[in-house]
Nanobody
Framework: QVQLVESGGGLVQAGGSLRLSCAVSGRSFSRYAVGWFRQVSGKEREFAAAISWNGDNTMYADSVKGRFTISRDNAKNMVYLQMNSLKVEDTAVYYC???????????????????WGQGTQVTVSS
């Protein structure tokens, strides 16, 4: 079983920064691709960012490109999402997810991911 636990969410003013962390259990973590998705109540869960198993490949939604950076530390089984220049429209619950089946490349499609965390709330005030 793979478990993911997000942390680092909170309330921040527009223009500010937050760093989300995702702790991933599992002996094969270094082989997983990992993604961050976000969801506003009543809306579809949408892709934000993803990173391949070795960190060589990253993908971002157009809405966050240039402001968010995804990274990973395979020695610590951790994935991070650095969020800068936050906007009110970034307000959402952010979910970390792992893609444990090959190919372990970054993917924008949520149905390609196997395990999900419980989510962490990010609220950006104006």
């Amino acid at each position: 079983q793979v478990q993911l636990v997000e942390s680092g969410g909170g309330l921040v003013q527009a223009g500010g920064s937050l760093r989300l962390s995702c702790a991933v259990s599992g002996r094969s973590f270094s082989r997983y691709a990992v993604g961050w998705f976000r969801q506003v109540s009543g809306k579809e869960r949408e892709f934000a960012a993803a990173i391949s198993w070795n960190g060589d490949n990253t993908m971002y939604a157009d809405s966050v490109k240039g402001r968010f950076t995804i990274s990973r530390d395979n020695a610590k089984n951790m994935v991070y999402l650095q969020m800068n220049s936050l906007k009110v429209e970034d307000t959402a619950v952010y979910y970390c997810t792992a893609k444990t089946t090959a190919p372990w490349v970054a993917d924008t499609r949520k149905d390609r991911y196997d395990y999900w965390g419980q989510g962490t709330q990010v609220t950006v005030s104006s």
